[in-house]
T-cell receptor
Framework: SQQGEEDPQALSIQEGENATMNCSYKTSINNLQWYRQNSGRGLVHLILIRSNEREKHSGRLRVTLDTSKKSSSLLITASRAADTASYFCATDGTGTASKLTFGTGTRLQVTL | DADVTQTPRNRITKTGKRIMLECSQTKGHDRMYWYRQDPGLGLRLIYYSFDVKDINKGEISDGYSVSRQAQAKFSLSLESAIPNQTALYFC????????????FGPGTRLLVL
């Protein structure tokens, strides 16, 4: 079964707007990661946030983590058409020996 | 990521046929993984290997087998393909010793008729 569930499943915004995606998970984690996937291609790592961190930034990306709610959010600011992709959260539960469990993804469409 | 390559990129086969998907990496990572991706279901782990002689089942290993011939190579086999194995297959690698970033290959699109 999936550990992470992203919300919304699909998001359509205009260029320049901010995009927020959410991820909920079920069990305790060590880290949570966000990956991006362009249509039909391999996943690319975006950012990792550890369980003792609450917020992390990387360029136009901002990730938050609330372990009490077992949830994370990914914010993409000032979106561009090139941000169009699917975004996945991935968690590694404590004691799961380097295995990542991926969510179902949010499909982001950024229009001009 | 060009450091992780998969062959073939696309494959059409018939029910009952044996098929092998190959993964090679030049990243020098010890850990390698095979996932399948189905629409709406995200990625699911099939098998993973932490070293040449180490093989571990993932979430959905039934109907699949793997071989870790060398540090750089990890092959996935479907002994007798069935239509519900039609999916996008990804290989990934990561460094040993941590639950860190995974690096993905470009994927193999498999269609079983």
């Amino acid at each position: 079964s999936q550990q992470g569930e992203e919300d919304p499943q699909a998001l359509s915004i205009q260029e320049g707007e901010n995009a927020t995606m959410n991820c909920s998970y079920k069990t305790s984690i060590n880290n949570l990661q966000w990956y991006r996937q362009n249509s039909g291609r391999g996943l690319v790592h975006l950012i990792l946030i550890r369980s003792n961190e609450r917020e992390k930034h990387s360029g136009r990306l901002r990730v938050t983590l609330d372990t009490s709610k077992k949830s994370s959010s990914l914010l993409i600011t000032a979106s561009r058409a090139a941000d169009t992709a699917s975004y996945f959260c991935a968690t590694d539960g404590t004691g799961t020996a380097s295995k990542l469990t991926f969510g179902t993804g949010t499909r982001l469409q950024v229009t001009l | 990521d060009a450091d992780v390559t998969q062959t073939p990129r696309n494959r059409i086969t018939k029910t009952g046929k044996r098929i092998m998907l190959e993964c090679s990496q030049t990243k020098g990572h010890d850990r390698m993984y095979w996932y399948r991706q189905d629409p709406g279901l995200g990625l699911r782990l099939i098998y993973y290997s932490f070293d040449v002689k180490d093989i571990n089942k993932g979430e959905i290993s039934d109907g699949y087998s793997v071989s870790r011939q060398a540090q750089a190579k990890f092959s996935l086999s479907l002994e007798s393909a069935i239509p519900n194995q039609t999916a996008l297959y990804f290989c990934a690698t990561s460094l040993a010793g941590g639950k860190e970033t995974q690096y993905f290959g470009p994927g193999t699109r498999l269609l079983v008729l």
